[in-house]
Structure formats: structure tokens, C-alpha cells
């Protein structure tokens, strides 16, 4: 059974520049989250969707957004990158109803440096 | 403010001897823990969790023990193996099991285990 897969692995971007990250969740699973992970700050929630609609979101600025499409794939965007998001980008999917019981798997992240 | 902290960056233990890895939190919303061991480049991967309506869970070498009056988590390993050194994140939620609000992570304990 295939794991969370995020493309592409690694990306630099120059400020200013935007920025779409994506993610195909285990088959079958419906929920999809994002978070961002910086040595600073840890692990961080970005949003989740479920069914193609955004559940809940983080403190994040209006600059990072995301959506879900109707196979549960799901994708993020960074616009008018700046230094500070330079992280590691990991999605994770879940079977779960939200609500219920937990089975996050996290794929392997994206990494994002911003020059 | 950072609702769920571990305090020790790093711990080092030594082979065969057991690891304990705290984590305190904050919001006494947070009804459901879990902990994520993490090793460089892949995302993370759930480890135990439990819900607050119990004090232990145990899954083979996995112990965590939980005290709600405190609002302290820890995981024990037991016997600690050199494939255990990686980074533990805690990680909390108000639902027993819900996902809609996402995970409120701590920034992680990298545990080292010494031949």
C-alpha cells in the first residue's frame, strides 16, 4: 500500500516568488492536513481539509493556502515567499471523520529554502 | 504561548538503559495525546498514543503514562536500542480522537542512544 506522497522533495525559491506544494494521501483516506516544521517552532498545523473543504486552519498568515480536490489530493500554496518559510513542509493523511479517531500518516515533507 | 512544551532538546541513554521523555501541557482542553518519532528527511511516524481517560498505555517496549492533575506526559523505552535514537515529538488534541483542529505539537527531544 503507497504511502503519503509529497512532490517535489526539495525546492528553492527566491523571495517574492509563490510556491505549490502537493500531496497524495493514502488511498482510500479522506482527511488530509498540513504542517510546517522549522527548528525554531517544531511542528506547526497549517489546515485541513476533508472532502474538499477546509476543517480548521492555523495561525498562519492569508498567504499560505491550500485546497482539496474530489480524489482527496491535495495541494498547498506560499505566495510572496519570504525567508521565514523556509521549512520543511510535511502533509499527512488520515481514514478518520473528523472528530474520530486518529491515524495520521505524515509523508516524507517537502523542503523548502527561500533565497 | 506554547501550549505543549518538552523541555530537554536532547537526552542521551545508553544502550539497554530505559529512555523517559517528558512533555508538560498547557490547555486542559487537550483530551487525547500521542508521540511521533521522527529520523532526518522522513516525516514522522506514530508511535503511541492515549486518550485521557486512561493513565498507561503500553504497546511492546512503548510505555506512556499520563497525569492529568499535572498536565504531564512521558514515554518510556525500554530496553533503548540504537534504532530508537531520532527525534520524539508529543503531540496533543481537545478530541479523543478528533482531527478537525489538528495536532498542537511540542518542538521534539532528540534522543540519542550510546553504544
Known amino acids: 500500500k503507497a504511502g503519503v506522497t509529497q512532490t517535489p522533495r526539495y525546492l528553492i525559491k527566491t523571495r517574492g516568488q509563490q510556491v505549490t506544494l502537493s500531496c497524495s494521501p493514502i488511498s482510500g483516506h479522506r482527511s488530509v492536513s498540513w504542517y510546517q516544521q522549522t527548528p525554531g517552532q517544531g511542528l506547526q498545523f497549517l489546515f485541513e481539509?476533508?472532502?474538499?473543504?477546509?476543517?480548521n486552519k492555523g495561525n498562519f498568515p492569508g498567504r499560505f493556502s491550500g485546497r482539496q480536490f474530489s480524489n482527496s489530493r491535495s495541494e498547498m500554496n506560499v505566495s510572496t515567499l519570504e525567508l521565514g518559510d523556509s521549512a520543511l513542509y510535511l502533509c499527512?493523511?488520515?481514514?478518520?471523520?473528523?472528530?474520530?479517531?486518529?491515524?495520521?500518516?505524515f509523508g516524507s515533507g517537502t523542503r523548502l529554502t527561500v533565497v | 504561548d506554547q501550549q505543549v512544551k518538552q523541555n530537554s532538546p536532547s537526552l542521551s541513554v545508553q544502550e539497554g538503559r530505559i529512555s523517559i521523555l517528558n512533555c508538560d501541557y498547557t490547555n486542559s482542553m487537550f483530551d487525547y495525546f500521542l508521540w511521533y518519532k521522527k529520523y532526518p528527511a522522513e516525516g514522522p511516524t506514530f508511535l503511541i498514543s492515549i486518550s485521557s481517560i486512561k493513565d498507561k498505555n503500553e504497546d511492546g517496549r512503548f510505555t506512556v503514562f499520563l497525569n492529568k492533575s499535572a498536565k504531564h506526559l512521558s514515554l518510556h523505552i525500554v530496553p533503548s536500542q540504537p534504532g530508537d535514537s531520532a527525534v520524539y515529538f508529543c503531540a496533543a488534541s481537545p478530541y479523543s480522537g478528533g482531527g478537525a483542529d489538528g495536532l498542537t505539537f511540542g518542538k521534539g527531544t532528540h534522543l540519542i542512544i550510546q553504544p
Open positions: 481539509y476533508f472532502s474538499e473543504t477546509q476543517r
Open positions: 499527512a493523511s488520515s481514514f478518520s471523520v473528523p472528530g474520530t479517531n486518529y491515524g495520521y500518516t
